[in-house]
């Protein structure tokens, strides 16, 4: 039993606060808010505005009536009182606001020259809402000689307002928590999506390292219907909804990457292991051949001395190849740049493989070409090129070194007059432990792994491989690398 400590789960209240769908909702509800506020503002606004043009319009008449039958007595000002107007002689000049010249031309003539002011009637005692309705706007303006005061009550008109604002109060309260809901499920239906994604994330996290090929295509087939052209039949996603697309797109690039990659994985564990079987198995049948006979005939201890040291040699250099390659997959070789001549570097490679293989003919072609780069890792690989041409070039044959500056590219090749490739296998000579004849791996040596070492190194150094290659005509490989700066091509003899 496990004796790591779980972690407590998260108050619902936490997940809660830190959800998106909780997020999502409370910035709706308060947008909604905003808009009833603003909505309610601009209600009040009008309101006030109507009340204005109303009383103003009220004033007017009322100055013609006054202008006609003077102002009106006891009796005729309580009439006018349940109209919400009063009027009254002032025995003092009129005080208030007067409007802009270029105002006052919107209005009637006699009202025009007036002073303005709103008034409240009751003190500061009084209930908020009952001075509100004692809330009065007065007109004063000059009247043959005299002034005459002319106030419309609001009183009437709050009450009217009042009892519809509260009513629309009501309504927005019931469409604001009814919203709340909605807004919620709206928000948890279009997030379904991603939580979906996310639990198929989790799945692939949960499984890790023992994450079959069979259950890596089941996970994959999950979001494989996901992408910019239709919906997936499981996970449904909007056409509107560009970022989950996005999302889908990313997730199933991911798991691509992960399942191509595992295979590859897979493949590369059981071609090692089909590589190091073999001679394991040939070391095995010697010692058994020397266990039961081998110690008293030299010819087959001699025999199986020879046998087991080449194929240990043969272990070593797979053995050596595979930790490269281990290494370079988890990026610890740290490349030691250097400036220098690839062309020089050729020529060093050609004259050692010359002197180890005396069955080909060597050729150069050189033209001056500086790189920076790592050159032990560089001779590596032209090394490789050179055994791999040696390999399936007949004896006498011909191996030609050339390099050349092409722009900000210097480029290496090495060309054989062999066998060649056939066009349907030149895609796959990179990959590890691919060998085009099967049936000459143990006569040419090798596990496969030179030219995919080759081609890593190359790629690290931030270049490519090139391959020509034709059947009983030869092949060329090339390495195009990134050119040392300041270089220039000048043209060397020719070996």
Same mark, same amino acid.
């Given at each position: 039993?496990?004796?790591?400590?779980?972690?407590?789960?998260?108050?619902?209240?936490?997940?809660?606060?830190?959800?998106?769908?909780?997020?999502?909702? @409370?910035?709706?509800?308060?947008?909604?808010?905003?808009?009833?506020?603003?909505?309610?503002?601009?209600?009040?606004?009008? #309101?006030?505005?109507?009340?204005?043009?109303?009383?103003?319009?009220?004033?007017?008449?009322?100055?013609?009536?006054?202008?006609?039958?003077?102002?009106?007595?006891?009796?005729?000002?309580?009439?006018?009182?349940?109209?919400?107007?009063?009027?009254?002689?002032?025995?003092?000049?009129?005080?208030?606001?007067?409007?802009?010249?270029?105002?006052?031309?919107?209005?009637?003539?006699?009202?025009?020259?007036?002073?303005?002011?709103?008034?409240?009637?009751?003190?500061?005692?009084?209930?908020?809402?009952?001075?509100?309705?004692?809330?009065?706007?007065?007109?004063?303006? %000059?009247?043959?000689?005299?002034?005459?005061?002319?106030?419309?009550?609001?009183?009437?008109?709050?009450?009217?307002?009042?009892?519809?604002?509260?009513?629309?109060?009501?309504?927005?309260?019931?469409?604001?928590?009814?919203?709340?809901?909605?807004?919620?499920? @709206?928000?948890?239906?279009?997030?379904?999506?991603?939580?979906?994604?996310?639990?198929?994330?989790?799945?692939?996290?949960?499984?890790?390292?023992?994450?079959?090929?069979?259950?890596?295509?089941?996970?994959?087939?999950?979001?494989?219907?996901?992408?910019?052209?239709?919906?997936?039949?499981?996970?449904?996603?909007?056409?509107?909804?560009?970022?989950?697309?996005?999302?889908?797109?990313?997730?199933?690039?991911?798991?691509?990457?992960?399942?191509?990659?595992?295979?590859?994985?897979?493949?590369?564990?059981?071609? #090692?292991?089909?590589?190091?079987?073999?001679?394991?198995?040939?070391?095995?049948?010697?010692?058994?051949?020397?266990?039961?006979?081998?110690?008293?005939?030299?010819?087959?201890?001699?025999?199986?001395?020879?046998?087991?040291?080449?194929?240990?040699?043969?272990?070593?250099?797979?053995?050596?190849?595979?930790?490269?390659?281990?290494?370079?997959?988890?990026?610890?070789?740290?490349?030691?740049?250097?400036?220098?001549?690839?062309?020089?570097?050729?020529?060093?490679?050609?004259?050692?493989?010359?002197?180890?293989?005396?069955?080909?003919?060597?050729?150069?072609? @050189?033209?001056?070409?500086?790189?920076?780069?790592?050159? #032990?890792?560089?001779?590596?690989?032209?090394?490789?090129?050179?055994?791999?041409?040696?390999?399936?070039?007949?004896?006498?044959?011909?191996?030609?070194?050339?390099?050349?500056?092409?722009?900000?590219?210097?480029?290496?090749?090495?060309?054989?007059?062999?066998?060649?490739?056939?066009?349907?296998?030149?895609?796959?000579?990179?990959?590890?432990?691919?060998?085009?004849?099967?049936?000459?791996?143990?006569?040419?040596?090798?596990?496969?792994?030179?030219?995919?070492?080759?081609?890593?190194?190359?790629?690290?150094?931030?270049?490519?491989? %090139?391959?020509?290659?034709?059947?009983?005509?030869?092949?060329?490989?090339? @390495?195009?690398?990134?050119?040392?700066?300041?270089?220039?091509?000048?043209?060397?003899?020719?070996?």
């Amino acid at each position: 039993m496990s004796n790591k400590r779980q972690k407590p789960p998260e108050p619902f209240g936490d997940r809660f606060r830190f959800s998106i769908v909780y997020k999502l909702s @409370l910035k709706l509800f308060f947008r909604l808010i905003g808009i009833f506020l603003t909505l309610d503002i601009m209600v009040c606004i009008l #309101a006030a505005g109507a009340f204005i043009v109303h009383s103003e319009k009220q004033a007017a008449a009322a100055f013609e009536i006054v202008s006609e039958t003077g102002v009106p007595d006891e009796i005729s000002s309580e009439w006018l009182t349940l109209s919400g107007l009063s009027v009254s002689e002032l025995d003092r000049a009129p005080r208030g606001f007067f409007l802009p010249e270029r105002v006052r031309r919107q209005f009637v003539e006699p009202t025009a020259f007036a002073a303005r002011r709103f008034e409240v009637g009751l003190g500061k005692g009084s209930p908020p809402l009952e001075r509100l309705k004692s809330l009065s706007y007065i007109i004063e303006l %000059e009247h043959y000689g005299g002034a005459v005061r002319i106030a419309a009550s609001a009183k009437t008109f709050l009450d009217i307002f009042i009892d519809v604002f509260i009513g629309l109060l009501i309504v927005e309260l019931i469409i604001l928590f009814s919203k709340v809901f909605e807004d919620a499920r @709206l928000v948890r239906r279009t997030l379904k999506p991603i939580y979906e994604l996310e639990m198929a994330a989790q799945t692939l996290n949960k499984v890790g390292s023992r994450l079959d090929p069979g259950e890596m295509e089941s996970l994959a087939g999950t979001l494989e219907g996901i992408n910019a052209a239709r919906l997936d039949t499981r996970i449904k996603i909007e056409e509107t909804q560009e970022e989950l697309k996005g999302l889908a797109r990313a997730i199933n690039g991911m798991l691509d990457r992960i399942s191509e990659s595992y295979r590859a994985q897979v493949r590369f564990v059981s071609d #090692a292991s089909h590589e190091l079987r073999t001679p394991i198995s040939v070391i095995q049948g010697y010692a058994n051949l020397l266990d039961r006979w081998g110690k008293n005939d030299e010819k087959t201890l001699q025999e199986s001395i020879t046998a087991i040291k080449e194929e240990a040699a043969n272990m070593k250099e797979l053995v050596e190849q595979l930790l490269f390659l281990a290494r370079g997959d988890n990026n610890s070789i740290i490349l030691n740049l250097e400036d220098f001549s690839l062309s020089e570097l050729s020529r060093e490679v050609a004259g050692e493989m010359q002197m180890i293989d005396g069955a080909h003919n060597y050729h150069l072609k @050189l033209s001056e070409t500086r790189v920076s780069a790592d050159r #032990a890792l560089i001779k590596q690989a032209l090394r490789i090129l050179v055994d791999n041409a040696i390999k399936y070039t007949p004896s006498g044959g011909n191996i030609t070194f050339s390099t050349e500056q092409d722009g900000e590219h210097s480029k290496v090749s090495v060309q054989d007059d062999g066998i060649g490739i056939c066009p349907e296998a030149v895609p796959r000579i990179f990959d590890r432990f691919y060998r085009t004849d099967e049936s000459r791996a143990r006569a040419t040596g090798g596990a496969g792994l030179g030219l995919s070492i080759a081609r890593w190194i190359t790629l690290r150094h931030g270049g490519h491989v %090139e391959v020509l290659s034709r059947e009983g005509i030869g092949t060329r490989i090339t @390495l195009i690398l990134p050119a040392a700066k300041h270089s220039e091509s000048t043209a060397l003899q020719k070996a």
